[in-house]
């Protein structure tokens, strides 16, 4: 409650946290089918109708409704951008701990395959994945998460190796905590911070390179609805009908911006050191 | 080992492994690189013919001893042949990276240029509404995806100026600068949009930090005029995480602009990876990735050295 509070009192954090829970809100609301029609349907008697009391934000080239349709595209973005970032996460922590506590031949290892994933573009990295397995949702999911799987290696790394040799980790080990106890209780806890930051930060790059894929043909497949996907069929319409172009595009950028302004409030609070940073 | 010597040391091995993962995962792709250059008439050829091919592309061994091979010829310059263009990939290559580096030099420089005095004029205005103002416009322009940036700027010069920006073939610099610019300009703004965002943000911080340390005060309490205090005396120091955030931000450029490269039908690398790739044209995809990937990290270790340059008193041995 104290740290929704302190959120809340951060200028960046309330507009961020408002941004981000009305996406989530419209996100399962779409997951749930409550859309004002059925994304999928083709009113063929109003294709490329102008934004108005019927079909809020117009329909397209198939006479699909453009609102109904962002609001699922919403929940496919959100839902790869989670499970994604979850993902990456997950398995960033796990290496970065193993590299932190076993050290040596451990982490060299596991800090050059980081190193070899860091040396593609991300992009690069994501198409070369989906060009093995094919385009899909699941597919943009583990590209997302292995892209961004170094990253989070390094951040939990780092602070891991100055944590393991911390005074109250010696004195665990003397008490006789098991390894497990020392590294979930002890050293985890204290990378809460850093990892909560990450993974906001990491939301916003997932939702710009999922619309990234999906743009080009390459994460989420019709007639699934996907932001970047909407932006891409927008391409050949947007002089006859620019609310194609309009409400998705900004659908994309105020998403990212909520989670860019939500990670940067975290940052003040989590870490004061990064306040002056992260203005 | 100094971190320098440790960066040049783990070098050669980050490529090898860049190389083994990449020849690895393209062989990995479903189809065969002589069925997607030929298509439907990969079906006329008789077995004979099939493993000609095959063998003059170097894909008839088994997968170690064709990374072997290609391993020996890339250390020599030798990345084999494109399957798509029927001609060594390093001329493939080198045919698209003029394009790709002129557009990333470009976005670079638009980026320090709106971003470097932005950031700065914010930091002098801290807390102010001009440094909010600042602040507000390199947040949005940070969370806007390029595609975005790049589809309104086609959108307002069709609907606004009824022009569309140049695309089709592309005229080099040499060639005809003026057309070339032409041509490069619209996505280079396109790219730098979010660039110059990001320079503005780590600049004004950066600023912020440096303004309030003690020499500056020393300097204003000397008298020094406000204006060179802040680009002489504050400035210089200012430059370290900008250095950074340019060098990787260029890097990735030098990898293509995959999207942008799209939308504005430029013939980069970015597009060149990205078809070589749904082409199956694996000495394409393994040489351009490499390349790179080389570039990528030459350019990170370019960063770290001008470092050291813009700070003495860094050596990087603590790293």
Do not use: R
């Given at each position: 409650m104290q740290f929704l509070r302190a959120i809340l009192a951060h200028p960046s954090g309330r507009i961020g946290g408002v941004i981000v829970g009305v996406y989530l809100l419209v996100a399962i609301l779409g997951l749930l089918g409550v859309?004002?029609?059925?994304?999928?349907?083709?009113?063929r008697i109003d294709r490329?109708?102008?934004?108005?009391?019927?079909y809020w934000m117009g329909t397209d080239l198939f006479g699909r409704d453009v609102a109904s349709r962002l609001m699922l595209g919403i929940s496919q973005s959100f839902i790869v951008a989670f499970a994604s970032v979850a993902l990456a996460a997950t398995a960033g922590t796990v290496l970065g701990l193993a590299a932190a506590w076993f050290g040596r031949g451990w982490d060299g290892l596991i800090m050059r395959v980081m190193d070899v994933l860091l040396a593609f573009p991300a992009i690069l990295l994501a198409l070369l994945i989906i060009a093995v397995v094919g385009p899909g949702t699941w597919t943009s999911i583990a590209a997302i998460a292995i892209v961004y799987t170094p990253i989070f290696t390094r951040v939990v790394r780092g602070p891991a190796l100055s944590l393991k040799t911390r005074d109250f980790v010696d004195a665990a080990r003397t008490f006789g905590s098991s390894r497990h106890y020392i590294l979930t209780r002890h050293l985890m806890l204290n990378l809460v911070a850093p990892l909560t930051v990450q993974v906001t930060l990491a939301l916003a790059w997932g939702l710009l390179t999922e619309a990234g894929l999906s743009f080009l043909g390459l994460g989420t497949q019709p007639p699934a609805s996907s932001l970047g996907l909407m932006l891409s069929d927008s391409r050949n319409l947007m002089e006859m009908a620019p609310w194609l172009l309009i409400f998705p595009g900004l659908a994309i950028m105020i998403g990212i911006l909520g989670f860019n302004l939500l990670g940067d409030a975290l940052r003040d609070i989590l870490?004061?050191?990064m306040r002056r940073a992260a203005a | 080992m100094n971190y320098l010597t440790r960066r040049l040391v783990t070098f050669p091995l980050v490529m090898l492994g860049v190389s083994i993962l990449v020849f690895i995962s393209i062989r990995l792709v479903p189809g065969d690189a002589i069925t997607a250059m030929?298509?439907?008439?990969?079906?006329?050829?008789t077995p004979d013919q099939r493993a000609a091919l095959e063998a003059y592309f170097g894909i008839d061994q088994g997968w170690l001893v064709q990374y072997g091979r290609w391993l020996t010829g890339a250390m020599q310059g030798d990345l084999g042949i494109s399957v798509?263009?029927?001609?060594?990939v390093l001329d493939v290559i080198l045919e698209r990276f003029p394009l790709t580096l002129e557009l990333a030099l470009l976005s670079m420089a638009i980026a320090l240029l709106v971003g470097l005095p932005a950031g700065v004029f914010a930091a002098t205005r801290n807390e102010r509404p001009s440094d909010l103002i600042v602040r507000v416009f390199a947040m949005i322009g940070q969370s806007t995806p390029n595609f975005v940036v790049g589809l309104l700027i086609i959108f307002i010069l069709s609907v606004g100026f009824g022009v569309l920006p140049v695309m089709g073939a592309f005229t080099p610099f040499f060639v005809d600068p003026l057309q070339n610019l032409g041509q490069l300009i619209l996505p280079a703004i396109t790219l730098g949009f979010a660039f110059a965002a990001s320079v503005t943000r780590i600049a004004r911080s950066a600023m912020l930090d440096v303004l309030s340390e003690d020499y500056v005060r020393t300097a204003r309490s000397k008298g020094v005029p406000a204006l060179s205090v802040i680009w002489r005396h504050a400035l210089p120091n200012a430059l370290i995480p900008v250095v950074t955030l340019s060098g990787v931000e260029f890097g990735y450029l030098l990898g293509g602009a995959v999207i942008v490269e799209q939308i504005f039908a430029l013939p980069g690398l970015g597009r060149m990876v990205l078809d070589a790739i749904l082409q199956r044209d694996y000495a394409l995809v393994q040489g351009s990735v490499l390349f790179i990937a080389l570039n990528f990290m030459i350019v990170n270790l370019i960063v770290d050295l001008t470092y050291v340059m813009l700070d003495p008193r860094i050596r990087l041995g603590d790293r």
């Open positions: 859309t004002p029609h059925d994304p999928l349907m083709q009113f490329l109708h102008a934004p108005n009391g019927v870490d004061p050191k | 030929l298509g439907t008439e990969a079906g006329l050829l798509t263009y029927g001609k060594p």
